[in-house]
């Protein structure tokens, strides 16, 4: 695997991993009975995206490194697994 495919993989699994833990521990102003006039009852009460961005890097760190030790370290691929339709 290349650096550049490495890092598009990597990119790929970073935005997957983030509709994950976007709605971890998130509690919405109703929930919290703070509603701000103007806003989404529905709306984060308290968020921090650095907090969010950095539990998402190490998940999605740890995700990634799975991947590569399945890949590119055992040599499991989609050629490894019997074909479906015979002839193919």
Avoid: C, K
Wanted: aromatic content about 14%; proline content about 6%.
């Amino acid at each position: 695997m290349g650096i550049l495919t490495a890092i598009a993989i990597y990119f790929v699994i970073w935005w997957t991993v983030l509709f994950l833990v976007l709605p971890i521990r998130m509690r919405s102003q109703a929930d919290e009975g703070d509603i701000v006039l103007g806003t989404a009852h529905s709306a984060p009460a308290q968020f921090s995206l650095a907090r969010t961005a950095f539990f998402n890097t190490l998940l999605a760190t740890a995700v990634f490194a799975l991947f590569y030790l399945v890949t590119e370290v055992w040599g499991i691929g989609p050629g490894s697994f019997p074909h479906i339709v015979p002839g193919t």
